[in-house]
């Protein structure tokens, strides 16, 4: 969604041919970030990939989508196989255009090492492939990097780091939980601000239910937030209620603390058919107010299609 400001200035233009002056306006569009969510849960496909465009660089954040293996004990039907393919198509196509591409940890629906040329000639943050890392991760991240050897232009450690293009920083959190405890490793929290527009992508926190996972969003103070959302679809089985009450707290304390106009929970939150009435205190809290709390589906202008979370409906549909 491309937020610009639209300047108009009138002037008077002397014709001396005729000896008449005429009224112009003088229209200048100031493009400010562009927000595009590529892949996501809400569009029927396991993914955060999101393309950032700011009037000094272009961002990639986690071009990888993937499916959930097995749901109600079925695997991925044939809707969520093609949609998957499309998605990765448009994933692909930003691709190309991006000058830096973010991966945020290694799980494959959020990078794809079978497509090393995606890299090519790229900057690359990635998460710290060898600390903060669980052992899985680690051995992802040691074959991603093996299949990339020489292909961008230069590879860089994201974790706690920040960085500058012109008029647009980036910056990135210390490495926070995968989810509310570091059994699945860790991942970058990652801040975009251009001057005009504060976004920030949070990766796959399933929340944000730990201190240190919303503070990064406290302390930045996003206008706009991409949101992995509570791991509600699990809940009571290995996502604790407690877990999701934490999580409400904390959105919540963002609404509160924070100048945040649109919050976008999506990803792990969107695999949960009951997703809407989960945050049923968030929606009272922006009742009156600016503040939207959408799907990334909603953001972009396209139809909500937990299509994972509805896999037993497809396959009775479809049989
Ligand atoms: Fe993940
Ligand atoms: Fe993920």
């Known amino acids: 969604m491309p937020i610009s ?6 002037a008077m233009k002397y014709d001396f041919a005729k000896n008449t002056s005429h009224l112009i306006i003088l229209t200048i569009i100031i493009q400010t970030m562009k927000i595009i969510p590529l892949a996501f849960d809400s569009f029927g496909a396991r993914s955060m990939a999101t393309y950032i465009e700011t ?3 272009k961002i990639l954040f986690d071009p990888g989508v993937a499916l959930g293996p097995s ?3 079925l695997p991925p039907h044939k809707k969520e196989i093609e949609r998957e393919g499309e998605l990765w198509e448009d994933i692909r196509d930003k691709a190309k255009i991006s000058d830096l591409l973010i991966v945020t940890h290694y799980h494959y629906d959020h990078h794809d090492p079978n497509y090393p040329e995606l890299y090519k000639d790229k900057t690359l943050f990635i998460k710290d492939p060898k600390n903060n890392i669980n052992y899985s991760q680690k051995n992802r ?3 991603f990097l093996e299949q990339i050897k020489d292909i961008p232009k230069e590879i860089n450690t994201a974790d706690n780091s920040s960085f500058e293009y012109k008029n647009t920083k980036i910056v990135f959190s210390k490495p926070v939980c995968h989810g509310t405890n570091n059994r699945l490793g860790y991942v ?3 801040l975009i601000d251009d001057g005009k527009e504060r976004f920030i992508h949070t990766s796959d926190v399933e929340g944000p239910a730990l201190d240190d996972q919303v503070e990064f969003i406290l302390e ?5 937030l991409i949101l992995d959302g509570p791991m509600s679809y699990l809940l009571g089985y290995v996502y604790p209620s407690k877990c999701l009450e934490k999580s409400i707290e904390n959105i919540i304390k963002i609404i ?3 100048d945040i106009g649109t919050i976008i929970p999506d990803h792990h939150f969107t695999r949960d058919l ?3 009435e989960r945050l049923k205190d968030v929606y009272e809290r922006i009742e009156g107010t600016d503040v939207k709390v959408i799907t990334a589906a909603e953001y972009a202008g396209r139809d909500v299609e937990l299509l994972e979370a509805r896999r037993k409906e497809l396959y009775a549909k479809s049989s």
Request: hydrophobic share 30%; proline share 3%.
């Open 5 to 10: 400001f639209i300047l108009s200035f009138c």
């Open 55 to 57: 009037r000094d660089i």
């Open 71 to 73: 749901r109600y004990r």
């Open 141 to 143: 991240a040691k074959y």
């Open 188 to 190: 970058v929290e990652t």
């Open 220 to 224: 930045h103070n996003p206008k706009t």
């Open 256 to 258: 509160d603390e924070t």
């Open 274 to 276: 009951h997703y809407v």
